[in-house]
């Protein structure tokens, strides 16, 4: 009665670990205890919005760290500075400073856009060379000379627009 | 004329009985314009907030999943607690032997304050001689606020 199917299944896995078991154990049928798979139990992770996650960092505690501990039980006064470091790196990993550290990641980023504006200038360049046929005739500027004398003389916008701007009399452009 | 009037007709038609439909659909009750349909359900006030939280940090048995919990869920509000809820807090860190918990709790509040940077020095001044009393040291005590 003292000793139960129960306690005797809770014992032995307390020995595999210190991790908090949330799930009941099963026992009817004779099956025994089923097996509880790391992701499975509470993870220990850092983050702002969670500041107190559901497990301690170290797991498995050194003599030293268990003395600390014991310690920790009694004022709080007593204890060094490098005391309280310690009991706060055995419950977590990093502290928010660290955990909000930023990363240097974004000269990657820059540089990687740079890098490929920069590949894309060469690919745009090739284009140009090898793979685009020659430019049309009316682009040359003796036909853009052409091309100009015939709006002015057909008076193209003459109000406010491309003949306004040129000075008849003087045969230039308006100043 | 005869065109005419067969026009304005079927519009007169559809306006008097959109009219209808709008009274027939109108949600709220007959009352002064100005009233909105809110719940009527009581808010929380800033003070009874408060009251709550650190009764629920108060209890003298408190166990650490608790502590956690509460914490966590605190964080998770869109406000920094009052000192008086974290003063709870810390003495429920004192009762679970948990210094880490508690220097902790005031590096979140510290995070929780945003660019609002007078906040967290008021909150230390506040709990002063409770950090004193339970022999807490603030993260800067400790160098733990620079890397």
């Given at each position: 009665?003292?000793?139960?199917?129960?306690?005797?299944?809770t014992r032995a896995?307390s020995?595999?670990?210190k991790r908090?078991?949330?799930t009941?154990?099963?026992?009817?049928?004779g099956?025994g205890?089923?097996?509880?798979d790391d992701y499975a139990?509470?993870?220990?992770?850092?983050r702002?919005?969670?500041?107190?996650?559901?497990?301690?960092?170290v797991?498995?505690?050194?003599?030293?760290?268990?003395?600390?501990?014991?310690?920790?039980?009694g004022?709080?006064?007593?204890?060094s500075?490098?005391?309280k470091?310690?009991?706060?790196?055995?419950s977590?990993?990093q502290?928010?400073?660290?955990?909000?550290?930023?990363?240097?990641?974004?000269?990657?980023?820059?540089?990687?856009?740079?890098?490929?504006?920069?590949?894309?200038?060469?690919?745009?360049?090739?284009?140009?060379?090898?793979?685009?046929?020659?430019?049309?005739?009316?682009f040359?500027?003796?036909?853009?000379?052409?091309?100009?004398?015939?709006?002015?003389?057909?008076?193209i916008?003459?109000v406010?627009?491309?003949s306004?701007?040129?000075?008849?009399?003087n045969?230039?452009w308006k100043? | 004329?005869?065109?005419?009037?067969?026009?304005?007709?079927?519009?007169v038609?559809?306006?008097?009985?959109?009219?209808?439909?709008?009274?027939?659909?109108?949600?709220?009750?007959?009352a002064?314009?100005?009233?909105?349909c809110?719940?009527?359900?009581?808010?929380?006030?800033?003070?009874?907030?408060?009251?709550?939280w650190v009764?629920y940090?108060?209890?003298?048995?408190?166990d650490?999943w608790?502590?956690?919990?509460g914490?966590?869920?605190?964080?998770?509000?869109?406000?920094?607690p009052?000192p008086?809820?974290?003063?709870?807090?810390?003495?429920?860190?004192?009762?679970?032997?948990?210094l880490?918990?508690?220097?902790?709790?005031?590096?979140?509040?510290?995070?929780?304050?945003?660019?609002?940077?007078?906040?967290?020095?008021?909150?230390?001044q506040e709990?002063?001689?409770?950090l004193?009393?339970?022999g807490?040291?603030?993260?800067?005590?400790l160098?733990?606020?620079?890397l």
């Amino acid at each position: 009665m003292l000793f139960s199917f129960r306690m005797l299944a809770t014992r032995a896995l307390s020995l595999v670990g210190k991790r908090a078991i949330s799930t009941s154990i099963c026992l009817r049928g004779g099956h025994g205890v089923a097996k509880v798979d790391d992701y499975a139990l509470p993870a220990y992770f850092d983050r702002r919005e969670n500041p107190l996650p559901d497990v301690q960092f170290v797991t498995e505690l050194s003599a030293v760290q268990k003395s600390l501990k014991e310690k920790e039980k009694g004022s709080w006064a007593t204890l060094s500075n490098e005391e309280k470091i310690a009991l706060y790196r055995i419950s977590f990993k990093q502290s928010f400073a660290e955990m909000n550290e930023g990363t240097k990641e974004w000269k990657s980023v820059i540089a990687g856009m740079f890098f490929f504006i920069g590949m894309t200038g060469l690919v745009v360049l090739w284009q140009r060379k090898f793979v685009y046929g020659p430019v049309p005739p009316t682009f040359e500027s003796e036909w853009k000379e052409k091309e100009v004398q015939r709006m002015l003389d057909m008076r193209i916008n003459p109000v406010e627009g491309f003949s306004a701007k040129w000075d008849y009399e003087n045969k230039e452009w308006k100043k | 004329f005869s065109p005419v009037g067969k026009m304005f007709r079927p519009v007169v038609r559809l306006s008097t009985s959109g009219v209808r439909s709008l009274t027939r659909t109108r949600p709220c009750y007959s009352a002064p314009l100005a009233s909105r349909c809110y719940s009527h359900a009581k808010v929380e006030t800033d003070e009874e907030f408060d009251a709550r939280w650190v009764t629920y940090f108060s209890k003298p048995d408190i166990d650490a999943w608790e502590l956690k919990k509460g914490m966590n869920t605190l964080i998770g509000y869109d406000l920094v607690p009052e000192p008086k809820i974290l003063d709870s807090a810390l003495r429920a860190c004192r009762r679970l032997n948990d210094l880490a918990s508690a220097i902790r709790i005031l590096e979140a509040v510290k995070d929780k304050s945003g660019p609002h940077k007078d906040i967290y020095p008021y909150l230390i001044q506040e709990l002063q001689p409770t950090l004193i009393e339970l022999g807490i040291s603030t993260p800067e005590d400790l160098g733990m606020d620079i890397l």
